[in-house]
């Protein structure tokens, strides 16, 4: 009881701005490594002889963070919020470690769902106690600090995936495998800062039950749901394999309602929340943005890698474009609702640009020039700096202040499984895309004698990669096609006559892909201009739990 009288309720400015100092560092520790990593993923991959199955290094992360969120919510809410968030912090840090020492892409699946472990709590928790210590309408101000630090990670991740994913060697260790270590070092610091300038009310732990049974329902309804997302393409969307995922899953699902139901208030995520249409619609909304927004993510880095043949580096730099206009759009958006205590329009704002710049985005072709590639991105960045942090604080502020960790924690979850399933989808749209795309290209150019002579050459090349290519295209079939699935560095050292048509392929299926996104963004265009506004409160969490108890 001590803790909670020395813990102020009503926080001072100085006070914020050193709680949030440890709450950035952690959600820079998650923001930075989806970044780094996404970028590196296709050096990665290609190092790992698994280009076509990088998928299941980024879904098995998003699987296992979007798991732990709900949890993690559930019991902070119970047992408070600074020890879980440090554990996130810790389990995140050994899962970077494990991720160093993958020899296969499944084994960096399986050390990146360790990592997303730790990652469920890192966004979730940091949303939460920031909306315990600052009232909604003021924590849109200070929300903005939170999208600048993903801002800031999002330059930097490109640049250090693309300088470390472009060195063979660092110190005697592959350079991508740097990708993870140096998450290490700003793990350990933001353990210590959180240690240090974390102090929150301790909370009554009672007689509440952990829904340990739901999260097992939960897990056995999402799980197989996302596999067959992501291998339904290679599997067969009516094979013997998705069928039993489709019923697992059904089944799963329908489980976690029935447990949750019962559960009531102990419930991982309580049915009653449903019953506020605010938060109804807004999970609704944060499901089909989380697939957008990660989908996005995904792909750009494929577009300017392979298709530009920008290195790792270069391809950090020209992404800056959506990262500047995601933080312009996020610091506007939140000094606007801290000054107006209105967030309706800028959600409306943020899914119309996101509709335009996926859709401009999937025009571009092998030879369109970088500047209106950058502004696409650009428009795409200022829909998502405009839509997330509303979409947030609309969430949290539509329930009761008690409720702050588990409907932040919903939020997150329904953000995440959209962009799991997201990812999981588009990347399946891409592969089984891809092969006929650049099988099209390829025909066509074959007629062509410039064509002809570049296959020839390649055929009696000295590396071995470019000849069994050169050789495959030779055949009837173009068999060389599929050789790109494996290991897409082959096209950079190709001819750039020979090179072209593959390049034209790779746009023309990410082209298909950001079809996808801007219909879907459109759906949630609609959803937003449906969704209505609730006045934003004055109170924080601890303040709003304060006052209840003196009340009582």
Request: with cysteine.
């Amino acid at each position: 009881m001590s803790n909670s009288v020395e813990t102020p309720v009503a926080y001072t400015h100085r006070q914020i701005l050193a709680v949030l100092s440890g709450l950035m560092l952690g959600m820079f520790l998650a923001a930075l490594d989806q970044t780094i990593v996404a970028t590196a993923i296709r050096t990665i991959a290609d190092d790992l002889d698994g280009y076509s199955l990088q998928a299941w290094a980024t879904t098995a992360y998003l699987v296992t963070a979007t798991l732990a969120t709900p949890l993690y919510g559930k019991l902070s809410d119970i047992y408070g919020r600074k020890p879980f968030f440090m554990f996130a912090i810790t389990v995140f840090v050994i899962g970077s470690v494990l991720c160093t020492f993958s020899t296969s892409m499944y084994m960096l699946a399986a050390f990146r769902a360790v990592q997303g472990l730790g990652a469920g709590g890192l966004f979730s928790l940091a949303l939460t106690i920031i909306g315990d210590i600052v009232s909604p309408r003021e924590r849109a101000k200070y929300q903005g600090y939170f999208l600048a630090v993903f801002g800031t990670s999002s330059v930097l991740g490109p640049v250090l995936g693309g300088v470390f994913a472009g060195q063979d060697e660092l110190l005697g260790i592959d350079g991508w495998r740097w990708v993870f270590l140096v998450n290490v070092p700003v793990g350990l610091v933001a353990l210590t800062v959180v240690s240090r300038v974390l102090h929150l009310p301790r909370r009554p732990s009672g007689s509440r039950r952990i829904d340990w049974w739901g999260a097992i329902a939960l897990a056995v309804g999402v799980v197989p749901l996302l596999v067959v997302a992501e291998q339904g393409h290679s599997w067969g969307w009516e094979s013997s394999k998705s069928l039993a995922c489709y019923v697992i899953g059904v089944i799963g699902v329908l489980a976690f309602v029935l447990v949750e139901l019962a559960m009531k208030d102990d419930a991982l995520i309580p049915m009653r929340f449903f019953r506020n249409s605010t938060f109804a619609l807004g999970v609704v909304i944060s499901l089909v943005v989380g697939a957008v927004m990660f989908g996005g993510i995904t792909l750009l880095p494929q577009y300017l890698q392979v298709v530009k043949g920008s290195s790792p580096t270069l391809a950090g730099f020209q992404i800056l474009p959506m990262v500047l206009g995601l933080m312009a759009g996020s610091v506007v958006s939140g000094q606007m609702i801290s000054r107006t205590g209105r967030y309706r329009y800028f959600p409306i704002l943020g899914t119309a640009l996101i509709a335009v710049g996926a859709f401009l985005l999937h025009t571009l072709a092998a030879d369109t020039p970088m500047p209106v590639v950058m502004v696409f991105m650009l428009i795409l960045g200022l829909g998502l700096g405009n839509l997330m942090q509303p979409l947030t604080l609309a969430i949290q502020n539509a329930l009761p202040p008690q409720d702050m960790g588990v409907s932040t924690g919903a939020a997150t979850f329904f953000r995440q499984i959209g962009g799991t399933a997201g990812v999981a989808i588009f990347l399946s749209i891409l592969f089984s895309r891809l092969t006929p795309a650049i099988g099209e290209r390829v025909t066509a150019a074959a007629g062509t004698s410039d064509f002809r002579r570049a296959v020839a050459a390649a055929a009696q090349s000295n590396d071995p990669a470019e000849a069994a290519m050169g050789q495959g295209m030779l055949s009837p079939d173009h068999a060389g096609v599929s050789g790109v699935l494996t290991d897409s560095s082959v096209i950079g050292k190709l001819d750039d006559v020979l090179a072209l048509p593959f390049r034209e392929g790779f746009a023309d299926a990410i082209g298909s892909v950001f079809l996808s996104v801007s219909m879907l963004a459109v759906v949630a265009f609609v959803l937003t201009v449906l969704w209505k506004e609730v006045p934003l409160r004055s109170e924080s969490g601890l303040q709003a739990a304060a006052r209840g108890e003196a009340e009582e």
